[in-house]
Structure formats: C-alpha cells, structure tokens
C-alpha cells in the first residue's frame, strides 16, 4: 500500500515522504479499514506514542494521523462489533500506525458506524476535535446550561467545536484568540470575545470553566479567572499554576463510541458543524504538511474514491 512515511521524531514534518509500504495485518480484535479520509494533527509527530509501542520500545519508521474514516475490509480474530463492508470513523491507536496510508489495522472497540449521509471527510473531521471538545467540556468539566465558560481558541478546530457544543449545553461562551478569529468564533457562537493580542486577559472574572488549548503562559494566567469550585480543562499538558479554590485537570483524549454516537447524530441534525480546512489527496499530503500557507481549519487528506 501506499502510505505517509516519517523515519524518526528528528526528521519532522519536512521528513515525511510517501512510500510503498507493507499492508497491516489484522491482530486480535482488529478490524482493516479501507481509509477514505484521514486526519493529521499538527503536533503529533512530538508524542512519545507516535514513535514507541506500548511496551516503550521503538517502532521508528512511522505512519501518522489517528483520525480515520473508511471501509472495514477484513476482521481478526475476536473482532466483533462491526461488520465486513461497514462505513466507519474514529481513532487509531496512539502506539501504532496511524491512517495516512491506504489501509490501517484498528481494534474494533475504537471504530463506531458513520451513517451513510455523512461524508467520509466530515466523519474523519468530526473524531479528534469533536472528542476532545466533549471531554474537555462534559466528561473533565462537567459544564452546566446556566454556567459561564471561558474557550480558549475559539476559532480554532477543538474551540470551534467546543463553542458550539457548551452553547448548546446553555452556558455563556467567552471565547478567546487571535484578532482575525472574531468573527469565526462569533459565527459559530460565542456571546463575548477577547482578543488576546491587543485585551487583557485579566479582565474576565468569574467563570465556571476554562477550556484551554494552549498551555503555558495562557494556563496560568487562566487560573485567577475561575470563581471558588470551578476548574481549568486542558489538552496542552500540565501547569503548576492551581485556582485557590478550584480544579486543574490536563487529559489524553480517549475513544467513546457513545459519544461518537452523539457528535454524529448533532452534525446530522444540523445542530453541528465541522471545521475543515484545506483537504488534499495522499499523494499530495506531504507538499500540504509543509506548505506555509494552509488554510484555517482541520486539514483532511482524501485516500478511498
């Protein structure tokens, strides 16, 4: 098959390279999918998990991307739970080859069915960012309709999608980024946004829950906003910075069909909206990862036709 090749963590993204590479090979509970779409995630190539399998030991050279959307074509043994022929979407596993190659071993329980109205793109869109949006918010933070909650990227690909889901939830939406990210972050529904190039971030007060995906400088100035019980969620690593009377939780976002289920079903019903960007076919991905100029948004890679 053809797949997206990096030979080690050094060699970056300007050492990804296309290549013929061997066809994975189904183990217990893993289903082959046929991948019509795949996501990339800009920092991934840094993890740990890409380059070393479970046990630590190196599994250089790597195939990244963990978003998937395709086609079961083979089961192992003991796979159950999907069918041979079935469209599915979700997560690779981080300690083994990801889904920017034509075919990708995944173990079953992190495949959920994508139902035929929904394109293959959107379905690869809508796992990482709809996943961590929905972690971030309910499952770490707990978010309630009558709560502030304070977005951090809001405009971006996870804040977008985190936006929309708090203010169908009923909380009040801060959003926060770049000046030119206004208007998306007010077209997909913040009530207030502050620009953190030219705003203060200090003048926000008292609110429930920050929703960080920034990290450093912007985690720990975050904490002085949160009123006593709130907390700080964040998927950019941890901060020793801790709210007087509240909570910081730092998480690794983890497959739930179920709530796959729910992300699916809410873009089906017009209630949900993706964030894409630039989507370009396998054999011009790596022109794409190391291009100055990529569109804002999640970028897809198409592969299946």
Not at 73 to 85: E, K
Not at 117 to 134: E, I, K, P, Q, R
Request: hydrophobic share 40%.
């Amino acid at each position: 098959m053809k797949a997206i090749i990096v030979a080690g963590q050094d060699a970056g993204i300007a050492g990804m390279k296309l290549e013929e590479y061997p066809d994975p090979e189904p183990s217990l509970n893993d289903a082959i999918v046929q991948v019509y779409a795949s996501g990339f995630t800009n920092d991934e190539l840094t993890w740990p998990s890409t380059w070393v399998d479970r046990e630590g030991r190196d599994r250089s050279p790597a195939i990244p991307g963990h978003e998937v959307a395709g086609i079961v074509t083979a089961l192992g043994y003991g796979a159950t739970g999907v069918s041979i022929g079935q469209r599915v979407f979700g997560l690779t596993d981080w300690h083994r080859n990801g889904s920017l190659a034509e075919y990708v071993a995944v173990e079953t329980r992190n495949l959920a069915p994508l139902p035929a109205d929904v394109d293959f793109n959107t379905g690869a869109g809508l796992v990482m960012s709809g996943l961590t949006a929905w972690q971030g918010l309910f499952t770490h933070g707990h978010l309630r309709s009558g709560q502030t909650v304070l977005i951090h990227g809001a405009a971006g690909v996870v804040g977008s999608m985190a936006v929309q889901l708090a203010r169908e939830a009923g909380a009040y939406i801060i959003g926060t980024g770049r000046a030119s990210g206004r208007q998306a972050a007010v077209d997909f529904g913040v009530h207030e946004y502050l620009d953190l190039e030219n705003e203060q971030l200090e003048d926000i007060k008292g609110v429930d829950l920050v929703f960080d995906v920034f990290g450093g400088e912007i985690s720990n100035r975050s904490v002085g906003l949160i009123r006593s019980g709130g907390a700080l969620v964040s998927v950019a690593g941890p901060t020793d910075a801790r709210p007087a009377n509240g909570t910081v939780i730092d998480f690794v976002v983890e497959t739930s069909l179920v709530q796959l289920d729910e992300i699916v079903q809410r873009y089906r019903q017009g209630r949900l909206r993706t964030h894409i960007g630039s989507v370009a076919a396998l054999e011009d991905a790596v022109a794409l990862f190391n291009a100055k100029d990529r569109r804002g948004g999640k970028t897809i890679i198409e592969i299946g036709s």
